[in-house]
């Protein structure tokens, strides 16, 4: 084990990316006991045989049972239908499922830590299922309250087929992947701009109990080699002030806008003239329209203040936003608004604030958006976005200490990544 800066860094951790994925193994253990003399030992139960297999990609329950050697009748319905035992569908790759075996191949005891529960005083408080057979033929199921403690793990790998294809042989887990997505999304299109070699490095919290990873937290900070070009993140948070990703040197990761505040599937009517549905008349249209199904969440596009939640005339229930400077948003035609917003709550970009409706003067249920730069109607799809504000001067000392904290795991990693490859080029 290698300690540096606070961070741990294990050769499990620190995984190194193979042109293809080996098939998982399954990881077996015998329990051992003192053996008492021979003659004392007829009539006593051999100790347990304990198998355990790690969730892959795309794995069943039933594909878990295969691997683990249980074939017990019933079993899986069992597991289908039992409230507690339920739990076990709650697939999460690489998590790990373990399971015990007598001498005759029959199942002693099922085991699985499913999904962290709230934190606790100690970290992470996850529940563990265990199923056991019971007294009248059936099975019996069982949680137990485990707290996990923190740590942060550092892993790198290189794009050879796929972004997720990478991170499971770095043994990063899937919530990892997405998050670094999400942080660098702004920056690079990982639908189409990924490239082989591309790399990646990330430091990362995790949740263990018993050497075992049972939940997943969030990143710390990264970087992401694309095109040959650097790209790196950091959380920064000072104070009860909200925190947010920032390169190294301070530029915030996050837009000030964004684009849309729905998934939609299509725009219904966009910005400028056209002949209004209702009143069959041409009428300039103030926003672009999102066709989506009724219930679909909206999300505030920018952080701002609640400036007006109600009913407006055509609009129907609407929401508009004060942005910063000169920048507001609207939002309408709501089925209904997300549970206790009122008017004069401060709102995050990217938060829930109502749902997709046909109120007011709709033909069908849709969002009709606006962004208006000093109180004046513009196209959203067209404008120049502001582009998000940098850190404060006074922020400035805090937040190098927190790059300097985790900056030096990155450039390990970088370091022991090109020292391979220059090994296997030889």
């Keep these: 084990m290698f300690a540096a800066g606070g961070l741990f860094l294990t050769a499990a951790a620190l995984a190194v990316v193979q042109p293809?994925?080996?098939?998982?193994?399954?990881?077996?253990?015998?329990?051992?006991?003192?053996?008492?003399?021979?003659?004392?030992?007829?009539?006593?139960?051999?100790?347990?045989?304990?198998?355990?297999t790690r969730i892959r990609r795309g794995d069943t329950v039933a594909d878990l049972l295969n691997r683990l050697g249980v074939n017990e009748d019933g079993l899986l319905t069992f597991l289908t239908h039992d409230e507690r035992a339920r739990s076990i569908y709650k697939l999460y790759p690489g998590r790990t499922v373990q399971a015990a075996l007598d001498d005759q191949g029959r199942m002693v005891w099922l085991r699985y830590t499913h999904t962290p529960g709230a934190t606790g005083k100690s970290g992470?408080?996850?529940?563990?299922?265990?199923?056991?057979?019971?007294?009248?033929?059936?099975?019996?199921?069982?949680?137990?309250?485990?707290?996990?403690a923190r740590e942060?793990?550092?892993?790198?790998?290189?794009?050879?087929?796929?972004?997720?294809?990478?991170?499971?042989?770095?043994?990063?887990?899937?919530?990892?992947?997405?998050?670094m997505v999400d942080i660098l999304g702004s920056r690079i299109d990982f639908l189409k701009d990924l490239r082989k070699g591309d790399r990646f490095r990330i430091v990362y919290d995790a949740y263990m109990h018993d050497g075992e990873e049972v939940g997943t937290g969030h990143i710390r900070a990264l970087e992401f080699i694309n095109h040959g070009k650097t790209y790196s993140a950091v959380w920064f948070q000072?104070?009860?002030?909200?925190?947010?990703?920032?390169?190294?040197?301070?530029?915030?990761?996050?837009?000030?806008?964004l684009r849309t505040a729905i998934k939609f599937t299509r725009i219904s009517s966009g910005f400028g003239m056209r002949m209004h549905p209702i009143h069959k008349q041409w009428i300039g249209h103030k926003g672009v329209d999102y066709a989506a199904p009724a219930g679909t969440p909206i999300h505030a596009t920018a952080d701002g203040t609640v400036e007006f939640i109600g009913q407006q005339n055509g609009y129907g229930n609407v929401i508009i936003l004060k942005n910063?400077?000169?920048?507001?948003?609207?939002?309408?035609?709501?089925?209904?608004?997300?549970?206790?917003?009122?008017?004069?709550?401060?709102?995050?970009?990217?938060?829930?604030?109502?749902?997709?409706?046909?109120?007011?003067?709709?033909?069908?249920?849709?969002?009709?958006?606006e962004f208006r730069i000093d109180k004046r109607p513009v196209d959203p799809l067209s404008v120049d976005l502001p582009v998000a504000r940098t850190l404060e001067a006074a922020d400035r000392k805090a937040f190098q200490a927190v790059?300097?904290?985790?900056?030096?795991?990155?450039?390990?990693?970088?370091?022991?990544?090109?020292?391979?490859?220059?090994?296997?080029?030889?």
């Design 124 to 148: 992470i408080e996850s529940s563990w299922l265990e199923v056991r057979p019971a007294a009248d033929g059936g099975f019996s199921a069982q949680e137990r309250t485990i707290a996990a």
């Design 238 to 257: 000072n104070g009860q002030e909200p925190g947010g990703y920032y390169d190294f040197s301070g530029a915030s990761l996050k837009g000030a806008f």
């Design 20 to 52: 293809s994925a080996p098939p998982e193994p399954v990881f077996q253990a015998r329990q051992t006991l003192d053996l008492p003399p021979l003659g004392a030992q007829a009539g006593h139960d051999a100790a347990p045989y304990i198998a355990a």
């Design 152 to 179: 942060t793990r550092i892993a790198e790998g290189e794009i050879t087929s796929s972004l997720f294809g990478a991170a499971d042989q770095a043994q990063v887990p899937d919530a990892i992947t997405m998050e």
């Design 324 to 369: 910063f400077g000169k920048y507001s948003t609207l939002y309408a035609h709501q089925s209904r608004f997300a549970k206790g917003l009122k008017k004069g709550d401060r709102v995050q970009q990217g938060q829930l604030i109502g749902y997709v409706g046909s109120t007011g003067w709709a033909t069908g249920p849709h969002l009709h958006y």
């Design 403 to 426: 790059v300097a904290r985790y900056q030096p795991q990155i450039e390990l990693m970088a370091r022991l990544q090109d020292s391979r490859i220059q090994v296997a080029q030889q």
